[in-house]
């Protein structure tokens, strides 16, 4: 049993460190074009982008889940 907790305990921390060095290399990019003043643009080019993306998968979720409008949700 203590050698399936060890493993388990493993794998989360190598999910965090990628997760944590991902971040780390995000924030690094965003702030290498902020400096060459090039993040006002990319965000310009990226928000059409963003906003399709998140259109077309909240179309294909649509259909999914609970439907909107019913129990707890409703009075909110």
């Known amino acids: 049993m203590e050698t399936v907790l060890d493993l388990l305990l493993i794998r989360f921390a190598v999910i965090a460190g990628v997760a944590v060095v991902l971040a ?21 080019h990226a928000t059409p982008l963003v906003r399709d993306t998140a259109r ?6 649509a259909g ?4 909107r409008g019913r129990g707890r949700d409703a009075r909110r």
């Open 24 to 44: 780390l290399a995000v924030f690094a990019v965003a702030v290498a074009l902020k400096r060459k003043g090039k993040l006002d643009a990319l965000r310009r």
């Open 56 to 61: 077309l998968l909240a179309e294909r979720g």
């Open 64 to 67: 999914r889940g609970r439907p």
